[in-house]
């Protein structure tokens, strides 16, 4: 069975940092890609970032290029999203789900994105 846990969310000041981490189970990182999406309150979930295999291409929202980075740990079946300056605009809850492979546009899609995680709350605020 494919299981994704998110983690590493909580409360953060504007201006700070978090890194949230995606724990997969039932299939191997190296051969698939992941997305990370969020969903604010009273707003539709939104595609942030995708990464396309262990030492694939990378795609950032234009919202939060420069400012988060996201990246695989193979050997612990792990991706992690990196925020740095955050913003109280980027509070939401974050989700991870795997596909086959990041589409080429960087656009991120939610009907191509299975296997979703129960997302980890971010909240930015002073």
């Known amino acids: 069975e494919v299981q994704l846990v998110e983690s590493g969310g909580g409360l953060v000041h504007p201006g700070g940092s978090l890194r949230l981490s995606c724990a997969a189970s039932?299939?191997?990182?190296?051969?698939?890609?992941v997305g990370w999406f969020r969903q604010a309150p009273g707003k539709e979930r939104e595609g942030v970032s995708c990464?396309?295999?262990?030492?694939?291409?990378?795609y950032y929202q234009d919202s939060v290029k420069g400012r988060f980075t996201i990246f695989s740990d193979n050997a612990k079946n792990t991706v992690y999203l990196q925020m740095n300056s955050l913003k109280p605009e980027d509070t939401a809850v974050y989700y991870c789900?795997?596909?086959?492979?990041?589409?080429?546009?960087?656009?991120?899609?939610?009907?191509?994105?299975?296997?979703w995680g129960q997302g980890t709350q971010v909240t930015v605020s002073s």
């Open positions: 990464i396309s295999s262990s030492d694939g291409p990378t």
């Open positions: 039932g299939f191997t990182f190296g051969r698939i890609a």
């Open positions: 789900a795997a596909t086959h492979i990041c589409r080429d546009s960087g656009a991120l899609v939610e009907a191509d994105f299975g296997s």
